[in-house]
Every structure is written in C-alpha cells, then in structure tokens.
C-alpha cells in the first residue's frame, strides 16, 4: 500500500513556474514503483504529461509539455517532483501523481490531487 500527497500548486501568471511536490508513504519501497504525473483540466479527460523510472535514469513527456517540465524524483526523501517552466493556460488543470509498480502503463495508487490555475 502507498499514499501519495501532492502539494506546490496554486495560481501563476502566463509565463510563470511552479515546482510540483508528491511525497509517498507505506510499507513498500517508493522506488519499486514508476512514478507519473497526469493532469486533467475541467471538462476533459486525464492526460499524461511525464513519467519517471525507478531510480530516475529514464523520463517520458508528453510533448504539449517538453522542454518547459521536469520531472524528478529523490527516493531518500520517497518524493517526486515536477518542475513548470513556461507556463500556458493551457496547462491549468489538477495534476495527479500515480504510481505503477509493475510498469505497465497501470497506475496501482493515486494521489488527491493539487490545482494548478495559469492566468493570461
């Protein structure tokens, strides 16, 4: 069982950063699980935007956000990080992260989730 927290959104101007926090809990080992980031604006479906392997030697990103994201993770402190440069409004949504211990594409646990709003 792992419990994820989210923390670090808020409101931004266009343009803008904001550093993204997701702190893990329980019994098993945070880095026997692929850890992502998934967002989902108002009215619209759950969208990846990056992931991020065991030990944090590979990343994936979607590409409406490469090159402004970073995604990290620091399994001493069992948390993930993502990094928002460039902000759009396009990226208002509430990000999620989730974890997947058997990489394949399955996220066993979730996050509640922190909001993210990006004015023009």
């Known amino acids: 069982q792992v419990q994820l927290v989210e923390s670090g959104g808020g409101l931004v101007q266009a343009g803008g950063s904001l550093r993204l926090s997701c702190a893990a809990s329980g019994r098993t080992l945070f880095s026997d699980y692929y850890m992502a980031w998934v967002r989902q604006a108002p009215g619209k479906e759950r969208e990846f935007v990056a992931s991020i392997s065991w030990s944090g030697g590979r990343t994936v990103y979607a590409d409406s956000v490469k090159g402004r994201f970073t995604i990290s993770r620091d399994n001493a402190k069992n948390t993930m990080y993502l990094q928002m440069n460039s902000l759009k409004p396009e990226d208002t949504a509430v990000y999620y992260c989730?974890?997947?211990?058997?990489?394949?594409?399955?996220?066993?646990?979730w996050g509640q989730g922190t909001q993210v709003t990006v004015s023009s």
């Open positions: 989730a974890a997947d211990r058997a990489y394949n594409g399955i996220y066993d646990y």
